[in-house]
């Protein structure tokens, strides 16, 4: 057969018809596609889900032909999510973008990404670029102030502390979501627990009301037990089928002997309420009522989950109750199958900022917790020290625990092992999975604080809650007396110079003087050397 150079160019034209067809359609699809795509991000977005929102992002094709307030949107929720690569692509292709202005709120986010990195000086320039650009109505302004301020703190205090001998994250349990609350077991040194949101959360994504939407929802938390095997891994597993659920449950504590779980159950993660479970066997005895703790308060927020320094004392973060702005630490007691009023820790631990996720050491002083104030933090929630001082019912300054603990993102729910040798926490830095992953580390000298529990008060309530009483109110501060040829360290003495030495561990801050007097009843050099002997 000949060829044909009719039919062939008329089968050309025909295939390059359709060819230019097929790409038009997968034009049309993409475009289709990206605008879906785009809404889906943008509603997530505004519900504050940037989990989902970069879920959705991160499936946009063609990301040159993307609108440019989509791409800051996308920028914004990579930096959200830590995806520090693809923050940093999307910053490239923002800048190829620009028509001689960049969008107004692009320092901004290029500021918070030298910030997370640790690029101080190149993030506290890009601070001060938008601040000078920036409307005075744009509401990132403030918080570019404060990241500003974080800035400047991390500059100078840009040192590792040498307290810290090992951090790690555990990577065999995090994933691109979070885990958060970790808890160590009262009962066994090689078990923790923590709750997880994630693709393995029972119900899958969820809305605000705890109904399926895996267009704008949110993993819900579930409870998991993480356990060391023989090659010294964690191996996870969720808890009971009696506790997780389709709704959030998220960990608060333990009793003292680990008895009892209490832990915060609710479709939404600002409407929780507390449960107690008894780990009966018994399915039909096993107690997950709320009662007693809905005496304490409606709901908490996931934020301000109670912890349990012992089944009769908590302690929680709350934005609902008076307050000196934002989120306050307060303190209860339960007391004739009541909690007490809530009873904020004051202005000495509480800022205009937030105060979050209080850890009470064993002896009932120390108290570790996270807060943003920007002028003792390295950027977002640190984690802070303070130490009740019980002869002066009054906080000590309140420190900053310092790197590698902390770090330029979010490290919260700061909680010691039994010995005080080692740690856990909650952190959203860069190098994470994604969302916030749960870091263990151990300390060069065990925390003394921890060893053992306190037999007087904490802070300003007795822990004999049937005798309630202030600490501390007044100390009596008397002469050591000593009769003629006797010795000062008699059983009274000693009782009290004890008394002394704990206000003085109390308080690093205070001086002792020590004076000796005599009433002459030997020759004078015989006394004055009788009483320096006694005094030294």
């Not at 809404?39 to 992002?57: F, I, L, P, S, V």
């Not at 023989?230 to 191996?235: A, K, P, T």
């Not at 640190?382 to 603990?405: C, R, Y």
């Not at 003629?484 to 110079?497: A, C, D, P, V």
């Amino acid at each position: 057969m000949g060829f044909n150079p009719i039919i062939h160019q008329a089968g050309s034209k025909r295939f390059y018809f359709c060819y230019l067809l097929l790409i038009l359609s997968i034009a049309n699809l993409q475009a289709q596609s990206n605008k879906q795509l785009i809404k889906m991000a943008d509603r997530c977005m505004e519900q504050g889900n940037t989990a989902t929102a970069y879920m959705h992002y991160s499936k946009l094709t063609a990301l040159q032909k993307v609108d440019m307030d989509d791409l800051l949107s996308f920028l914004n929720a990579a930096i959200h999510e830590r995806q520090m690569e693809q923050a940093n692509d999307l910053s490239l292709l923002i800048e190829q973008k620009d028509k001689g202005k960049l969008p107004e709120d692009y320092l901004f986010y290029k500021a918070w990404y030298f910030h997370l990195l640790g690029y101080y000086d190149a993030s506290i320039n890009t601070y001060k670029n938008f601040i000078r650009s920036a409307s005075n109505k744009n509401p990132l302004r403030s918080k570019a102030k404060d990241y500003l301020l974080s800035c400047s703190y991390a500059r100078r205090n840009n040192t590792v502390s040498t307290g810290v001998v090992n951090l790690e994250s555990i990577t065999e349990l995090n994933t691109p979501y979070d885990e958060l609350r970790p808890l160590f077991s009262k009962q066994f040194d090689d078990v923790f627990y923590y709750s997880a949101a994630g693709t393995k959360s029972i119900g899958g994504l969820r809305d605000e009301f705890g109904q399926s939407d895996m267009a704008y929802g949110s993993y819900n938390f579930d409870m998991y037990k993480a356990q060391k095997n023989s090659n010294g891994f964690y191996v996870s597993s969720s808890l009971s089928y009696l506790l997780n659920s389709t709704s959030n449950e998220i960990l608060a504590g333990f009793s003292p002997a680990g008895q009892v779980l209490f832990f915060g159950k609710g479709d939404r993660q600002d409407q929780l309420k507390i449960y107690a479970d008894t780990f009966n066997q018994n399915i039909y005895q096993r107690d997950l009522s709320p009662s007693p703790y809905s005496s304490l308060n409606q709901s908490f927020t996931l934020l301000g989950l109670p912890v349990f320094y012992s089944d009769q004392v908590i302690l929680f973060a709350s934005d609902q109750l008076e307050g000196y702005g934002g989120y306050d630490l307060y303190i209860s007691f339960l007391k004739n199958g009541k909690w007490t009023p809530a009873e904020n820790l004051g202005p000495s631990v509480n800022t205009t900022y937030d105060e979050i996720s209080p850890f009470l050491a064993k002896n009932g002083k120390a108290l570790y917790f996270s807060s943003n104030n920007p002028a003792i933090s390295y950027g977002g929630f640190d984690v802070m020290k303070a130490v009740f001082l019980a002869h002066s019912t009054s906080w000590s300054d309140v420190e900053n625990l310092g790197q590698p603990i902390n770090s330029t993102g979010d490290d919260i729910q700061f909680v010691l092992s039994a010995d005080g040798g080692s740690a856990l926490l909650a952190s959203n830095r860069v190098g994470s999975q994604g969302g916030f992953d749960i870091l263990n580390f151990q300390f060069k000298d065990q925390i003394q604080e921890q060893w053992s529990n306190i037999s007087s008060s904490i802070f300003g309530q007795s822990t004999d809650l049937g005798d309630q009483k202030v600490a501390g109110d007044y100390f009596d501060w008397r002469p050591l007396f000593y009769g003629f040829n006797s010795e000062l360290l008699s059983n009274e003495n000693q009782k009290y110079l004890k008394q002394v030495a704990q206000i003085l561990m109390d308080d690093s801050e205070l001086r002792l003087v020590l004076e000796v007097h005599s009433n002459q009843v030997d020759l004078l050099p015989a006394d004055l050397y009788l009483a320096y002997q006694r005094a030294y």
